[in-house]
């Protein structure tokens, strides 16, 4: 008996095609940079925006699942300051981008990432994933904890930590420095480290975006993933992480004790 072809079987191929014929028409840096800023609209803008809204078009629902409680909520006039300052923060990261791929392409380089006709294998996707997230977890770990610094934490983290009750967008909502170091470097880095396939690095920058947008939204969906950092932006001296695991080794996934007393 014939197996029925799945939709995997039919859909690979095609996406396969589709790739090979961006490949051929677009400059590798074209490709890196417009995938890269369309992915920042579709899966951090977007969620984020959605979020956002949650609470304008459904306020009951929106309130019954807000971690923390109504009079903390940021005001309409902080949100709108926030999307100005996550615009800026966007548009010196794209600048820089686009600065180094430019210098690489006059010295002869291609892409900093691995661009050809063929996509990744799915097991190799998953693989680099997966090491790109323990990557991160040490880079954004240990630079946050960095940030946390009395000098530094005054000069450059306290805006982050502006928002006590966190939304969404202010997820990017840092000062400049602190958005390329501890925000876009631990996340473009390894995939370079590793020799990723830019649809690789997309697919994890995806993650790492919605990710990033659900953990600042303040909302308690996807069995509470948010209130781990919800609770370091309350409380300050806990869960610098993203993963947890190095909370986990370092002890601080709990609050210092003169906290909890
Ligand atoms: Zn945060
Ligand atoms: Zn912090």
Redo the contacts with the bound molecule.
């Keep these: 008996m014939e197996v029925p072809k799945s939709i995997l079987d039919q859909v690979l191929p095609q996406a396969a095609a589709i790739w090979a014929d961006i490949v051929s028409k677009y400059s590798p840096q074209k490709i890196e940079f417009v995938g890269t800023l369309l992915l920042q609209f579709l899966t951090f803008w977007l969620p984020s925006i959605c979020y956002t809204l949650l609470d304008v078009v459904a306020p009951t629902f929106s309130q019954r699942h807000k971690i923390q409680p109504a009079p903390k909520q940021p005001t309409r006039r902080e949100i709108a300051r926030c999307f100005f300052v996550v615009l800026q923060n966007q548009l010196l990261a794209s600048i820089i981008h686009l600065t180094l791929l430019s210098a690489a392409s006059k010295a002869g380089l291609k892409s900093t990432y691995r661009i050809e006709t063929s996509l990744p294998a799915p097991v190799e996707i998953l693989r680099d994933v997966i090491l790109s997230m323990l990557m991160r977890e040490a880079l954004f770990y240990y630079s ?1 904890r960095l ?2 610094i009395p000098s530094l ?1 005054v000069r450059i ?1 306290k805006k ?2 502006r928002f006590t009750a966190p939304i969404a967008l202010a997820a990017q909502f840092a000062h400049p420095i602190e958005h390329i170091f501890a925000n876009t470097l631990p996340i473009s880095l390894p995939p370079q480290l590793l020799g990723s396939h830019v649809v690789t690095f997309w697919v994890f920058l995806a993650y790492e975006l919605v990710n990033t947008a659900t953990v600042h939204s303040g909302y308690d969906f996807f069995c509470q993933k948010a209130k781990m950092h919800d609770l ?2 309350e409380k ?1 001296n806990l869960n ?1 992480g993203s993963l947890g695991l190095l909370d986990w080794v370092h002890g601080t996934d709990k609050l210092k004790k003169r906290r909890a007393e």
């Design positions: 946050h940030l946390h934490y983290h982050h930590h370091h932006h300050f610098y």
